[in-house]
């Protein structure tokens, strides 16, 4: 009985769900669907992966009246990145009904375009927090309608600090409504958060079968602080090295630490909450077409990273909780492909790891680290470099005209070409590195799409 057919879908639903070639329901699915159809309030246990998108996205479709112009689902995320993929997985589902119109309304995005485009409420919004939190005020969106509420990766929401923007949301949306709360963990603000907006619901929990469990190593190492950064640099120093992930419990040492890596001789940068979200895009942009081989970030900066499955992720500091530290070491290890989790503890943060290790129900793998001798500097270049063209959607330019732009007149190999990343006003290409001077020079020579745009290096 796991075939969507066995639910009480509408048809245009279950069409959706053939085009999109799902023939089973996911673990998560399974259980959380019937609950939710029903019309319940459900808290489910998933992570990314698990299908929770389709789960709540086709739920509050099933309820969804099209021909009712009034906003009546809001789906609230942590992170834009992830709102723009929600949105366009519920855009799938809705193919086949006629006229649902919905809308991403997120934060560091600007309100003079989004308040053009509210002057009929949608029926769907999906955003971040505060933004939403800012339109529901402002009285360019409506929350008297809504009969489902999402909270989506709520512990994520939660660590960034949108606690008080939920509560005053749900006071601002109709009393009577469905809450759908998605978590990949459950810690006690997350059973609290559920105490608090939703009504006598079902929980949902499911266990990665073994198979899919991807393979972490971890490693422990216990070491005085002051030999931290010796430690990091010769880690990082191995094939693994070259995209990695490195944490640090405070804002400030992301900074320091991506600076003494950046004078070893690595190329890292940092990453943390308070960056201009066009920064903020430039440096996420850059290690996922790895321009950039470490990236050093707190974990509210991290959590709205979209790179999974990175070969070696590294605790600067052991976490301060062992969920967090759990959260940090899901960031390695894909299916069939070993990752590496390295946390790095001083003799004082020893009570942290006994309180993983109790969790956990093991004994840490700890093992010695061996310093080598300070080495002279030795270059650890990443592969690529990134070019930023400023022209971007507004331009009506796509990757394939980069491509094109490149290949052809420019005369580089495809295989030259790396990840290209097209935002609104802006475009990004990296290349690789020893090529970068001639992909530049021959971008500023040249035209793309006919026209001459702008070209630098960034970094
Ligand atoms: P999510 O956990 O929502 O991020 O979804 C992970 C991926 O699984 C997405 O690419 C979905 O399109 C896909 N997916 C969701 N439900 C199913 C299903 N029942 N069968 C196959 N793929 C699915």
């Not at 499911?206 to 991807?214: G, Q």
């Not at 690789?432 to 006919?450: N, V, W, Y």
Request: with cysteine; net charge positive; aromatic share 4%.
């Amino acid at each position: 009985m796991t075939a969507f057919t066995t639910l009480p879908l509408k048809p245009a639903l279950l069409a959706s769900v053939e085009t999109l070639g799902y023939d089973e329901m996911t673990p998560v699915q399974q259980q959380s669907l019937p609950p939710m159809l029903a019309g319940r309030d459900v808290i489910a246990q998933a992570q990314t992966g698990s299908g929770k998108t389709a789960a709540f996205g086709l739920s509050l479709l099933q309820s969804l009246d099209a021909d009712t112009i009034r906003l009546q689902a809001l789906v609230l995320c942590p992170t834009r990145e992830l709102a723009d993929q929600v949105s366009k997985a519920i855009r799938k589902l809705a193919a086949n009904i006629p006229n649902v119109k919905l809308l991403t309304l997120c934060g560091g995005m600007p309100l003079g375009p989004q308040l053009a485009s509210l002057t009929h409420d949608p029926h769907i919004v999906v955003g971040t927090p505060g933004r939403v939190q800012e339109h529901l005020k402002r009285g360019s969106l409506h929350g008297g309608g809504i009969r489902v509420l999402v909270l989506d990766e709520a512990d994520r929401m939660l660590d960034m600090g949108f606690s008080e923007a939920i509560d005053d949301i749900i006071g601002r949306i109709a009393k009577h409504h469905q809450t759908l709360l998605f978590s990949a963990t459950w810690p006690d603000e997350i059973r609290g958060v559920s105490k608090r907006v939703q009504k006598d619901p079902v929980a949902v929990t499911v266990d990665a079968p073994a198979e899919e469990r991807p393979a972490i190593e971890q490693q422990f190492i216990e070491l005085e602080q002051t030999s931290k950064p010796d430690a990091l640099a010769q880690l990082l120093s191995g094939e693994k090295g070259q995209h990695a992930l490195v944490f640090c419990n405070m804002r400030k040492d992301v900074d320091a630490v991506a600076q003494e890596l950046d004078r070893r001789g690595h190329s890292a940068l940092a990453l943390h909450g308070d960056m201009e979200q066009r920064d903020r895009d430039e440096v996420l942009v850059r290690f996922a077409n790895h321009s950039c081989t470490v990236l050093v970030a707190t974990d509210v900066a991290a959590r709205g990273l979209d790179i999974v499955a990175l070969p070696l992720v590294v605790s600067y500091d052991i976490a301060h909780d062992p969920e967090t530290h759990t959260h940090r070491i899901g960031r390695t290890g894909r299916a069939g492909q070993t990752g590496l989790a390295i946390t790095l503890c001083t003799p004082r943060e020893r009570p942290k790891a006994a309180n993983i290790e109790a969790l956990s129900g093991a004994p840490l793998p700890w093992r010695p680290l061996k310093l080598a001798p300070t080495r002279s500097k030795t270059l650890q270049l990443a592969p690529m470099k990134t070019l930023v063209i400023d022209a971007g959607r507004q331009d009506k330019l796509r990757p394939g005209d980069i491509l094109g732009a490149l290949t052809g007149d420019a005369g580089l190999a495809a295989n030259d070409i790396g990840k290209i990343d097209v935002f609104a006003t802006r475009a990004y290409v990296a290349i690789s590195r020893a090529l970068a001077p001639k992909a530049l020079e021959r971008l500023r020579a040249g035209k793309i799409k006919g026209r001459n745009f702008r070209v630098r290096p960034l970094g």
